[in-house]
């Protein structure tokens, strides 16, 4: 006797409620790899300029960025997944980002007038305090 209508529409909801959260395992990957090559070839672009945004359209390449991370973040939300907000090495990874950060600053900052070097690095080390306050702080 075959199955009844009802009991194959659960079936079917929760198989594609399992597929649901393979496409999220398999796009937050995807992301974590994208951003890091994204990074990469900003990297890159701010070493040696124009080489690689003559190639590339960098723009569209950080749209489809931000568009996966909105689905990732509405994918999150509908399957109830939450992150937890810190990890044990996050200290050291945030330092390892200003220093990152503040090295592709100086090579960047080799192009501009030396009048404006003050004005950024003022700049940049205020979002640099911004975002440590962001992600060092806890909630109780």
Same mark, same amino acid.
């Given at each position: 006797?075959?199955?009844?209508?009802?009991?194959?529409?659960?079936?079917?909801?929760?198989?594609?409620?399992?597929?649901?959260?393979?496409?999220?395992?398999?796009?937050?990957?995807?992301?974590?790899?994208?951003?890091?090559?994204?990074?990469?070839?900003?990297?890159?672009?701010?070493?040696?300029?124009?080489?690689?945004?003559?190639?590339?359209?960098?723009? &569209?390449?950080?749209?489809? /960025?931000?568009? !996966?991370?909105?689905?990732?973040?509405? *994918?999150? $939300? %509908?399957?109830?997944? +939450?992150?937890?907000?810190?990890?044990?090495?996050?200290?050291?990874? &945030?330092?390892?980002?200003? /220093?990152?950060? !503040?090295?592709?600053?100086?090579?960047? *900052?080799? $192009? %501009?007038?030396?009048? +404006?070097?003050?004005?950024?690095?003022?700049?940049?080390?205020?979002? &640099?305090?911004?975002?440590?306050?962001?992600?060092?702080?806890?909630?109780?």
């Amino acid at each position: 006797m075959p199955p009844s209508p009802k009991k194959m529409s659960r079936k079917i909801f929760l198989f594609k409620r399992d597929l649901l959260f393979v496409y999220h395992a398999l796009l937050s990957e995807f992301l974590l790899w994208a951003f890091l090559g994204f990074l990469a070839l900003m990297t890159f672009d701010t070493i040696v300029p124009n080489l690689v945004s003559i190639k590339m359209v960098m723009t &569209l390449y950080f749209l489809v /960025l931000t568009a !996966g991370t909105i689905v990732l973040v509405f *994918l999150s $939300r %509908f399957l109830d997944i +939450s992150y937890e907000r810190g990890f044990p090495l996050q200290k050291t990874f &945030l330092a390892a980002s200003y /220093l990152w950060l !503040g090295a592709v600053m100086v090579i960047s *900052l080799l $192009r %501009f007038p030396n009048w +404006s070097l003050p004005l950024f690095i003022f700049g940049f080390a205020g979002v &640099l305090f911004l975002f440590s306050r962001v992600f060092l702080t806890r909630k109780n």
